[in-house]
């Protein structure tokens, strides 16, 4: 395993746009069942720029940039994003363990194979748990692969049985 070096790492911003979404779709790649359909992201981009410009809104990516690479795509005045973090925060009518209902959700997890097991993941994790617990979430909610469960066992979460039911309209 490759050293682990300090990471640094930032909130993302509409310039990084076309990095963020590049990463989402690494992480769409791993995914069994995935779709490497790309012509989404022409729709997708402005709305993310949108999003990741408003600093105040319940939406948040936090990056770990590829100093001294260019990106993938070309694009990106800091040279290319290595690792994403994203989440946003939801209001859910609260109850007994949560009056404020005030819920977090990670979703957008992904590091570039040649750029993973260096803490980069982690370290935006961290990131985007500090920017929940700034924001009055208690609840923190996400799904994983089971290749990245123990990370996520690491930073506390835990395994539920979970009712859920989805339907795509």
Known sequence: MPAMTRVRVRRAVPGDAEEVLRLRQVMID????SSPATDWHADALPVLRAKLAEPDG???????DRPGLP???GLSAQGGL?????????????????PHGTDGYVFSVATDPDARRR???????EALLEWFRERGAHRIRLTATAQAEPLYASLGFARRPDPLLELRL
């Open 119 to 125: 803490g980069r993941a982690r370290a935006c994790m």
């Open 58 to 64: 319940p939406f948040a990516a936090f990056v770990v």
């Open 82 to 98: 290595s690792a994403l973090v994203a989440g946003t925060i939801e209001y859910r009518i609260g109850g007994t363990h949560d």
């Open 71 to 73: 990106a993938r795509g």
């Open 30 to 33: 791993s995914m069994a069942r």
